[in-house]
């Protein structure tokens, strides 16, 4: 059993950045591929970033945020840059389904088994 915890979330400008983090437990951390969702007010909740082997990206974040995972610290961080207001959503962060190290980076909402309780994003036009 895995558990997430969130942080970084805040309120911000059109423009601005933000860093989210995500603390995980767990000693097989490195083995599964790990994520970002999000889930802006009366929307399904939605991929928004993977890492495995490789790095994916929706396509709406593709060029501005970017997911970082340090293994030796159980840790996997979303930077957001250039944020717009369509970005305010609760970010929660994810573990895949799978167990493999090999896996590469998930790309839908469907890869993710598990997920923390979330950060709150908000960006002000």
């Known amino acids: 059993q895995v558990q997430l915890v969130e942080s970084g979330g805040g309120l911000v400008q059109t423009g601005g950045s933000l860093r989210l983090s995500c603390a995980a437990s767990?000693?097989?951390?490195?083995?599964?591929?790990m994520g970002w969702l999000r889930q802006a007010p009366g929307k399904e909740r939605e991929f928004v970033a993977g890492?495995?082997?490789?790095?994916s990206y929706a396509d709406s974040v593709k060029g501005r945020f970017t997911i970082f995972r340090d293994n030796a610290k159980n840790t996997v961080s979303l930077q957001m840059n250039s944020l717009k207001p369509e970005d305010t959503a609760v970010y929660y962060c994810a573990r895949a389904r799978e167990f493999s190290p090999w896996m590469p980076a998930p790309r839908t909402v469907a890869d993710f088994g598990s997920w923390g309780q979330g950060t709150q994003v908000t960006v002000s036009s």
């Open positions: 890492i495995g082997v490789t790095t």
């Open positions: 767990g000693r097989t951390f490195g083995s599964y591929a």
